[in-house]
Each structure stands twice: as structure tokens, then as C-alpha cells.
């Protein structure tokens, strides 16, 4: 029996794609299940992947760029009408707090017309969240215990994006590290040491310059230029590859990608090519649903 299970929900990007939702990923182990970010698409793939959302026991923001937010109204409202009767525990960096409300605002009618219409089948609380807007430093540290998972949170550098976090979750002796949204930095290269599982995002430049390219020629230079700046807060894959080698990873998982190539593109092969000249151990390009035993 495996220690964590791990369910990627969304494995893409802010950029719109038909193959990968926007970033989240259920990590279950022992008798708890939490999620880390949900972007757009990813209270769906729950109902995909059968996990319902009402059985969660805490939420975690990596940091608060769309595309690991958005689904949130989804998730509360699927959570709540599923049959959740508490408050749900939400840990994130400063802003968490504001941007719960925001949905939860968003939300308030609805929750008052369901109250009207179903009375006391569903829980007086509504959406209501126990938020925890926690601070992290370069070494990781422990914010949440959920059951017997250990949530320990490091900054990482997604700049101008402040504070980004990076998640390293711990069940019985196993050890998975998410990135969040970074370049390489020293503190995750230090949060990746000896992990069993590297959950990394993955920013391809030479795929990426090719679709700037389509794009200037079609005249679209706001898109060009937006895609311009987003390479310079991403990691590449000769850089995962090296962060993960270092570390001494067993499992490197690949997600987040940009561009948002499908798994079974030809264009992929491209995307990761010289990776395992690098990183030596297993390595997966993970798809939305992909289920992983650790
Ligand atoms: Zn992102
Ligand atoms: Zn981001």
C-alpha cells in the first residue's frame, strides 16, 4: 500500500488548453486528502478523478496567480452542497485572506438562496473557511499537519509574484516536493534534497519563441509581448533536470507546462529533450488524472 497518492488534476497553465486545466493536485495519504492550488478546470477533474470535494481536508495556495486560484468558487460550492458541515482550512501567503473573501462574496447570493430553498439539509456555514495566511522563509518549514501529513512551506522566486511558495508534503518517511512557480532558486534546490517525488513546473524557451514568433506574424503583439515577460519567471527544463539530479530525486513529475503542449505531441518529445541526459532517475510528463503511488 502506498504512503501518499498523489492525483494531478490540472497540468497546465494560465494559457488556454484543451488537454490541461490550470495547476492542482490532490495528495491523499492515511485517512486525509489535501489540495494544493486550484486553478482553472480543477474542482472539474475532481468530479473526473471521483474525489469529492466535500471530503478535503485543507486547501494550500502555492501563490495567488490565477491560474492556481480560480476553480476555488467551484471547490467551495461542490464542498458544501456535497455535504461539508465545517469551516474549510485554507493556508496560503499574505492575500490568501482577501482573495477567499473575493469568492466567497461572489458566492454570498447563491448561498443565501440555497439556505432559502434547502433549509437545514445543507450546513448554515455555507462557504465559510478557516484561513491561515502563513509566512515562510528560504528553509522550509512546518505550517500544517493534516492528519499524519506534514505541510512544510520555502519561498521561492517567482518575482514579481511575492511571496511564492514551494510545498514539501511528508507521510511516514515518504517526502514530496512541489515547486510552485519558480526559477531555480536555492531554496528549492535545498527543499529538493533526497525528496522522493520533485513535482516541478516546466517552462520550454525554444517552444515558446516559436509561438511568439506565430504571433508577431499575425500581428498579435499584445500576446507576443505577455508570453515575452513570462519567461522570466519560469524554469527550463535543463534547470529541473539539474535541480532534480543534484537533489538526488527518485521520481522527477513534470507539470505546469509552458507551452502547454499535449502529452502525446509529437512536440513533447521536443520539449523534454536532454532532460534525462541530466536526471538519470525516473521521470514522468504527467497528464491531467495521472494518478502516482509513493
Ligand atoms: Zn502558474
Ligand atoms: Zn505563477
Known amino acids: ?73 467551484d471547490l467551495l460550492m461542490t464542498a458544501w452542497t456535497g455535504g461539508r458541515m465545517s469551516p474549510l482550512p485554507v493556508y496560503g501567503p499574505a492575500g490568501t485572506g482577501a482573495t477567499v473573501e473575493g469568492f466567497q462574496q461572489a458566492l454570498k447570493a447563491d448561498v443565501r438562496y440555497r439556505l432559502a430553498h434547502h433549509g437545514e439539509k445543507l450546513w448554515s456555514g455555507g462557504v465559510a473557511c478557516e484561513v491561515h495566511e502563513v509566512e515562510a522563509s528560504d528553509e522550509a518549514r512546518v505550517i ?27 507521510r511516514a518517511g515518504r517526502t514530496v516536493v512541489f515547486t510552485g512557480d519558480t526559477v531555480r532558486c536555492p531554496s528549492l534546490e535545498r527543499a529538493a534534497a533526497g525528496a522522493d517525488v520533485l513535482v516541478s513546473e516546466v517552462f520550454n524557451y525554444e517552444l515558446m519563441d516559436r509561438r511568439i514568433s506565430l504571433l ?40 505546469h507546462f509552458i507551452p502547454p503542449v499535449a502529452t502525446d505531441a509529437e ?28
Open 1 to 73: 500500500m502506498s504512503v501518499l497518492d498523489l492525483t494531478m488534476l490540472g497540468t497546465g497553465s494560465p494559457l488556454p488548453s484543451p488537454q490541461r486545466c490550470g495547476g492542482g493536485q490532490v495528495i491523499a495519504g492515511g485517512a486525509s486528502s489535501i489540495l494544493i492550488d486550484c486553478g482553472w478546470g480543477v474542482a472539474r477533474r475532481m468530479q473526473d478523478a471521483r474525489i469529492a470535494s466535500a471530503t478535503l481536508d485543507a486547501v494550500f495556495f502555492t501563490h495567488l496567480h490565477s491560474d492556481h486560484i480560480t476553480d476555488f468558487a
Open 144 to 170: 500544517a499537519t493534516i492528519g499524519d501529513i506534514e505541510v512544510s512551506a520555502f519561498l521561492v522566486d517567482h518575482r514579481p509574484v511575492v511571496p511564492a511558495f514551494g510545498y514539501t508534503v511528508q
Open 216 to 255: 508577431r506574424a499575425t500581428h498579435n503583439d499584445l500576446a507576443a509581448g505577455l508570453l515575452t515577460d513570462a519567461k522570466e519567471y519560469h524554469i527550463p527544463p535543463k534547470d529541473v533536470a539539474e535541480v532534480a539530479a543534484q537533489a538526488g530525486v527518485g521520481h522527477l513529475i513534470l507539470t
Open 267 to 294: 512536440e513533447m518529445q521536443e520539449f523534454v529533450a536532454g532532460m534525462s541526459d541530466i536526471f538519470h532517475g525516473k521521470m514522468s510528463i504527467a497528464s491531467d488524472l495521472d494518478r502516482f503511488e509513493i
